[in-house]
Structures are given as C-alpha cells and as structure tokens.
C-alpha cells in the first residue's frame, strides 16, 4: 500500500476564534487523506485540571478509518507558561511536569486516531512562534515525546517545522544554530523532521537534501515530511525586498514584540494601527508598485488576480511532484480556509502574506463550498498520484528547462509529469517545447505541468 499523503493545514486557530466548525469532509473531497490542525494548551485547560475538548472532539467526529490526523501543540497558556496567552506565542511551561500531564491527557483523549503529534511550530521563528531558547525547546521536546509515546507508542512525534527563515539564512545565522540545536540535543526525541516548502519551488530538492544533512551531521536521519508549503509567496520575488521592507518597517516602527491573546487581538480589529496604515497606504499606491507585488494586494487589477490563481494552481502540483521526487511522503498545504466565516481584514501584513493562499472560502450560509482555483488543482492531483509509489525524474537531452518525472502508481499504469521551469510570474508567457517522453509520446510543455499517461 502507498505511504503517500497529500494533506492540507486547517489553519493557525480552529475552534479558538470561533465555533469549531465542519472541514474534514471539504478537505477529503479535494483529495486530501491528511489533516493538520493546531491545538492550543490553554484552549484544551483552561485552568489547572480542568479540560475543554470541544475543538478536539469537534475535529476527531468528522475523522473517518482513512483519514490521518496531524496536531501541532502550542505551548501557549494563561497561566501555564512563561508569556500568559491563550495564542501567541508558544513558550515554555512553569512546570515541566504539568505541561507533561496536559499533553498525556490530551493524547489519551484522541484514543490513537491522531498519527502525528507535533510539539510547536517554527520554532526558531522568534519570538512570535516561540518566546524561548533552544535548549528550552529541547527540554520541552523531551517531555512531549515521553508523554506522547507513554499513552500511544505507534504515535509519531514530528519535530517543530524548520521554516523558511532557516532555509534562506547562511551557516552559522541564529536561526541556523538553533535548529542544529534540536538536531543535535533531540535526536532522540522525535520521530519525523517536518521542513517548510515556501520560496521557489525549483528550490526543493535542495531544501529536503539540507534537513537531511542536518541530521546526517549528527550521524543519524529519520523521514522528513513537509508540514506546510505554498506558493506564490514573497519569498520568491527576491527585487521586491526593498518595498516589502519599507512596508514592513512602516507597520510595525517602534513596537516591542508582545503577547497575541484571542482577547487582545479581537480589540485591536479595525483600528487604526500602525500596521494597518502601512498596508493601507500600500494599497493606495498600487498602480506605481511591481505587478508582481501588486498580485498580492487586495483589490489588484483582475488580470493580475487571475495570475497569480494560475501561479498558484500550477505550483500546487510543482512543489508536491519536487518534494515526492526527493523522498518525502507526506506533505501539508497551507491552508485549507479563512479561520472563521466573515470578512477577513486585507489590511494586514499576514494578508500580504498568506492571505490568498487559501484553497476553499466560505459561501453566505457559513459552509466551506466556495472553491478557489487551486482547490481544483489539488483535487486533479490526488486523483493522479495518491496511490504514487515511486516519482523519479526523466531526462530529456536538449532540453535543460524542462522537468519531467515518471510516477509509478500503485495498481496501474505509470503517469508522466512534465513542465517548463522558469520565471514564475513571466514563465507562462514562453512559447511550449515539444519534447519526447519515453512510450515514445511527443507532448507540448508549458509553464503548466501536464499529465501524460504511459
């Protein structure tokens, strides 16, 4: 049987900004055999010893025998740990004991139907992510794992994202040293290494091969799976640092890094923050700002809109097909929908961000039915390559700009994935390249991967 998983993230805060509502049904209609939710410690007890498993039983009720279930536990409390918050950021527990007697309570609790348990997330993204030092980390790390694997020992415990900020940052950088920390000190305190597939696509096979020296350099490696990916994001326009930076710079001059409480955050909504202005005044220049960042910003002309669904569609195939050809089996897109239905405010850096990455939306009733383009995408995938057993690359003499992977699948025939690497904004301008594939099949390839069928 395939070991392959194409998930996708429910997002940062289900059931803490909101009612816990339906998504796993939405999600396994795309295609998705894996769901990644969060759960937050305050958000499960409240007060010492006393437990609210609404959002967990609300997500384990729609989890069906095929359905696997991923959840990334954030050490964030009101009163259990060192920043008094309910959200953000994660940091460690007074009392490392009683942080272990939440994590035993809340894994008896989902009673094995969750395969994958996460202590944290990016967290050397500080100190938003994580208020806490690396050794710190570790120490919590190895009491999440005691407790996890005390309660269900099949349970495999991913080690806390490595994010982009490591990827982009040269040897010896913080970020850089705090994960060769968790490599070193927590190797034997975790069972998967969950990497972030954010940048250029092109740029996976690199990545993956980057957390695996990681661990190689310690003298072991465990399975690497990708805990979020997405695309286009900013990363990959590298010429529009200097405005994101201003933009950046503007939003948040002078402030200190702070707690993010649900309470704290529901105050500062619509009001005329510094951030807020920032993107604001961004936005009220748009006609003078790059197309490539314009595609970003709310209210952007149509056909840039349009654009960047087809950047973001084709490289929802793209990134899954690098990362299969590199040895990961389970992947996560982020995310599947808005947290909550309503308005979402587009006046905020995460929006500039993330904002349209979104594969679903909400309709007027509530329900998550609106599909964005995207969600299309990934639905035609899993159809091509849930029962993938092997991906490997094809080469094609004369023709350097072109990938093509075989795809053997688990009871028929193999398929053939083929596209034009190249500038992903401009890229499907190009004129196609016909090329041949072993059969032998001539195919016309663009910007936009094709399935062929052997």
């Known amino acids: 049987m395939t070991d392959v998983r194409f998930g996708v993230v429910r997002g940062i805060g289900y059931g803490l900004f909101g009612p816990p509502g339906e998504f796993v049904p939405q999600a396994r209609a795309l295609g998705a055999s894996l769901v990644r939710s969060y759960v937050f410690w305050g958000g499960v007890e409240p007060a010492p010893g006393q437990y609210t498993w609404d959002a967990v039983d609300a997500l384990l009720s729609q989890v069906d025998g095929d359905d696997e279930v991923w959840l990334t536990v954030c050490s964030s409390s009101p009163w259990g740990t060192r920043e008094a918050t309910d959200f953000l950021p994660p940091s460690p527990p007074h009392d490392l004991s009683q942080y272990g007697s939440f994590v035993r309570a809340l894994v008896a609790r989902c009673g094995g139907r969750v395969k994958y348990w996460q202590c944290d997330n990016e967290p050397s993204n500080g100190p938003l992510l994580w208020a806490g030092s690396a050794p710190e980390y570790v120490a919590q790390l190895r009491e999440f794992f005691a407790a996890v694997k005390s309660v269900d020992p099949e349970a495999t415990v991913v080690l ?5 900020d490591v990827h982009s940052s040269p040897a010896g950088s913080p970020p ?12 034997d305190h975790f069972d998967a290494f969950s990497v972030h597939l954010y940048g250029r696509p ?3 096979p690199s990545i993956v091969d980057d957390v695996r020296s990681m661990m190689r350099a310690h003298g072991y490696e465990k399975p690497v799976v990708a805990g979020e990916y997405a695309g286009p994001v900013l990363f990959e326009f590298p010429e529009l640092d200097p405005v994101v930076q201003e933009a950046f710079a503007a939003a948040f001059a002078g402030q200190e890094a702070a707690t993010q409480s649900t309470e704290e955050l529901a105050a500062l909504a619509g009001q005329d923050t510094p951030e807020r202005r920032a993107m604001v005044s961004l936005s009220a220049r748009m006609a003078q700002l790059p197309p490539r960042l314009q595609m970003f910003l709310p209210g952007c002309p149509p056909e840039l809109a349009a654009k960047r669904d087809r950047i973001n569609a084709r490289q929802v195939v793209i990134r899954n097909v690098l990362a299969l050809a590199s040895g990961v089996r389970v992947t996560a897109y982020w995310n599947l929908a808005p947290e909550v239905p309503g308005p979402v405010d587009p006046h905020q850096m995460m929006y500039l961000m993330f904002g349209k990455l979104p594969l679903l939306d909400y309709d007027e009733s509530g329900a998550l039915t609106v599909r964005h383009p995207a969600a299309d995408a990934f639905a035609a995938m899993t159809a091509q390559l849930s029962d993938a057993v092997a991906v490997t690359k094809v080469p094609l003499a004369g023709h350097p700009t072109v990938e093509a992977y075989e795809v053997t699948r688990e009871g028929r025939g193999p398929v053939f994935i083929a596209w034009v ?8 301008d190009e004129p196609p390249v016909t090329v041949e594939l072993p059969g032998p099949v001539k195919v016309e390839v663009s910007a936009t991967p094709v399935f062929v069928d052997a």
């Open 176 to 187: 850089r040293q705090f994960f060769d920390h968790l490599v070193s000190a927590g190797r």
């Open 160 to 164: 806390g994202g490595c994010g982009y």
């Open 421 to 428: 690497s190249g500038d992903p904004f401009d890229g499907e």
């Open 202 to 204: 092109e740029a996976i």
